[in-house]
């Protein structure tokens, strides 16, 4: 085995979600590499673990089309600085923590250069755009898969794969008291919905109206049904309130968007975007419907390029698919009202969706950080 001195792990995340997975798998690293170097990108929770940060997960965040045009100088200038210096020092390994359209190229770039790599957290491939794996065999010496159907699938195309589990399905579990999130929704022995129509900007302008339209439907059938959006950030707060002034008297709550988990947890229902939130929602066994649009260009490409019918993860997990899904121009209230009636008024259609999911987080739930860091360990010993 390499001396421990020796070991240099650099790495790049570019989400805040990125930011998790690479401080646990920095504090996994370090219980086999006790005087390993850490350097890279990250957010605060790697920094909290010692990584030497080139720079700020930040500065290759991007958020929609104009943010990446405002940013791309940035971010092609930050990568050439990190093939060069990663060239010349040649790592132990390098990891791309997701943000794939970022790493995929400057992992295929070190590679060349001889530095091992790796990725964490597959791109959808399996789901669409295809044609990206081409890419993906140029620049990985491995895969690391949240998702067991993503192991098998890298298999059967010949890239070296470890599957290590998803950390929310260890971090989040259901409440035993769900007490104290309903008296804060003013829910106690009512019916609590939970609405989440997406984390950015772009798709509350979206799904914001649909979903304030189905309250608003929804209150004047089930006048004791309690309604609850939580506000991601400022910039959705905005969006949302803007279209409150749209509609009298809105019988909603909107809570603080640190609250989601907690309420996505003690929701009777959640109506949201797919996404993270779908995936949170089946691990605590929340029955949901999930509603999703984009912009008609992108949906365009998706259809010409997509090879799967559900967009949900928790479709993606089941034997068969149990969440409703209504994408496009599907999404819209007459639809939405029709799907969700026998939801609120049928609490056995409710149940069987939450025993369906609640084989999800099982399924999930490994060590992460420590699979991954053996996983990683084998790759550096190895030959090669």
């Not at 040649?90 to 001889?114: M, T, W, Y």
């Not at 609405?195 to 509350?204: A, N, T, W, Y």
């Not at 439907?217 to 006048?223: C, D, G, L």
């Not at 994408?327 to 026998?342: M, Y």
Request: glycine fraction near 6%; charge should be negative.
């Amino acid at each position: 085995m390499s001396s421990p001195t020796e070991m240099h792990f650099a790495m790049v995340a570019g989400e805040q979600s990125g930011d998790y997975l690479g401080a646990e798998l920095i504090r996994a690293l370090r219980s086999l590499y006790p005087n390993a170097h850490f350097s890279g990108v990250g957010g605060p929770q790697m920094a909290n673990e010692g990584i030497e940060l080139v720079a700020p997960l930040d500065d290759i965040t991007v958020m929609g089309f104009d943010g990446l045009w405002s940013k791309l100088g940035g971010i092609l200038r930050l990568r050439s600085k990190l093939r060069k210096r990663y060239s010349k020092e040649q790592p132990s390994v390098f990891i791309g923590i997701d943000a794939p359209d970022f790493n995929i190229k400057l992992e295929a770039q070190l590679r060349r250069v001889g530095v091992k790599t790796a990725h964490y957290v597959s791109p959808t491939v399996w789901a669409w755009r295809e044609y990206r794996l081409n890419g993906i065999k140029r620049a990985c010496d491995l895969m690391l898969t949240l998702f067991p159907f993503e192991e098998q699938y890298y298999r059967n195309k010949n890239i070296p794969v470890t599957f290590v589990g998803h950390p929310l399905a260890s971090e989040l579990t259901v409440p035993s008291d769900k007490t104290s999130m309903r008296i804060d929704a003013q829910a106690e022995g009512k019916m609590l919905i939970a609405l989440l129509p997406g984390s950015r900007r772009s798709e509350v302008k979206r799904l914001g109206k649909l979903f304030l339209s189905f309250i608003e439907v929804a209150h004047e059938r089930y006048p004791d049904v309690v309604f609850v959006i939580p506000v991601a950030n400022k910039s959705v707060d905005t969006e949302l309130v803007a279209m409150l002034g749209e509609y009298d008297d809105l019988p909603i709550r909107l809570i603080e968007g640190d609250k989601a988990r907690d309420l996505l947890a003690c929701a009777d229902l959640a109506v949201l975007a797919s996404g993270t939130a779908a995936l949170e929602a089946a691990l605590v066994s929340t029955p949901m419907i999930v509603a999703y649009k984009v912009s008609w260009l992108t949906y365009l490409f998706a259809r010409l390029t997509a090879h799967v019918r559900y967009v949900s993860m928790p479709n993606h997990l089941m034997s068969e698919p149990v969440v409703p899904e209504l994408l496009q121009g599907d999404a819209n209230l007459v639809n939405l009202i029709n799907i969700a009636i026998p939801y609120i008024e049928d609490p056995e259609v409710r149940d069987r969706q939450s025993s369906a999911l609640s084989a999800i987080a099982p399924s999930l739930r490994r060590n992460s950080g420590e699979l991954a860091a053996l996983a990683l360990s084998e790759l550096i010993e190895s030959d090669g």
